[in-house]
């Protein structure tokens, strides 16, 4: 499937070097994983930046439930490429995928068929994770991988060296808000992943609050969650 792509990698290695802060970087990260692998979404799950947390900033809000599940539970495919375990993570197919039933159970749920996860690396040092996702079986390639690892690498070093780790948290922690209270209202009015995000928006339409705001107001009436 890579032998059509045709997206121009220096283009976006370049981009990802120009950004000033390590919270642009992040989300350039996630547009240019999209874009290079030419999938539906993707998320970067941070795991050293604040000793004994983790965090996960996605294009899908949804996908950071996933993410806490594989860190909550020592299980799934980013859980062992953060951990080292793996060099990386290919799932062909979350259907037929037997190594992690629980996490691939919630994947199908999710809308997710295949993905493809690298660590996001500044040299020898693990900050985390970076796993694309898409809707297609079959959808990533072995040339995906080496694609995927030189944008990864690209962009550890650079939030790496960024000073704003702290604004960065921030940024993650009100997104990790928005994805619970769309897991939320996924299991409460039995709605797929758009549908919830839309869901979410019109409340802020008509609430006349911010995104952030009527997440935490959802989380906090449903109590703490697992």
């Known amino acids: 499937m890579s032998g059509g792509r ?3 990698v220096a283009r976006l290695v370049a981009a990802l070097r120009s950004e000033a802060t390590s919270c642009d970087v992040v989300d350039r990260l996630l547009a240019g994983t999209t874009e290079a692998l030419e999938c539906g979404d ?4 941070l795991t050293v930046l604040r000793p004994g947390d983790h965090a996960t900033v996605a294009t ?3 996908l950071v439930r996933l993410a806490d599940l594989q860190a909550h539970r020592s299980l799934g495919p980013a ?6 375990i793996r060099p990386h ?5 979350v259907g037929t995928d037997d190594r992690w039933p629980q996490w691939a159970a919630a994947a199908a749920r999710s ?6 996860c690298v660590p996001l690396t500044c040299g020898d040092l693990r900050l985390g994770t970076v796993t694309a996702y898409d809707a297609r079986v079959g959808h990533f390639t072995a040339y995906d991988v080496a694609t995927l690892r030189l944008l990864a690498g690209v962009a550890g070093s650079a939030i790496a060296s960024a000073q704003d780790h702290d604004d960065l948290w921030q940024v993650i922690d009100a997104r990790r808000t928005v994805g619970y209270a769309q897991g939320i209202l996924m299991e409460r009015e039995s709605l797929d992943s758009g549908r919830a995000l839309a869901a979410l928006r019109l409340r802020c339409d008509q609430q006349r609050l911010t995104l952030d705001a ?3 107001l959802l989380v906090g009436a449903r109590g703490p969650l697992d």
């Open 89 to 93: 993570a290919l799932v062909t197919d």
């Open 79 to 84: 859980f062992e490429v953060a951990s080292a």
């Open 6 to 8: 045709r997206v121009d």
């Open 60 to 62: 899908d809000p949804g």
């Open 214 to 216: 009527v997440a935490h």
């Open 42 to 45: 993707a998320a970067v799950t």
């Open 111 to 116: 809308g997710a068929r295949s993905l493809l």
